[in-house]
């Protein structure tokens, strides 16, 4: 018989590059799958904010 985990299948379905690109990310930060998946997803979602945030100042300063 299967031991439960206890993890609930979240049902990922990413490149296998992307794949290897977590497991290295999970030996350096030790976290698990979900905690690198979820820091990921955090800071990329900073960097696609602050880069609208600085494209609409950009544009307020082209129209002045």
Same mark, same amino acid.
């Given at each position: 018989?299967?031991?439960?985990s206890g993890? *609930? +299948?979240r049902g990922y379905r %990413?490149?296998?590059s992307t794949?290897?690109?977590i497991?290295?990310?999970k030996r350096i930060t030790g976290q698990n799958t979900d905690a690198v *998946? +979820?820091?990921s997803?955090? %800071?990329y979602l900073k960097e696609v904010t602050a880069g609208k945030q600085n494209l609409?100042?950009?544009n307020k300063i082209k129209e002045q």
């Open positions: 018989m299967k031991k439960k993890k *609930i +299948s %990413l490149e296998r794949h290897n690109l497991k290295i990310l *998946i +979820s820091g997803c955090g %800071l609409s100042s950009n």
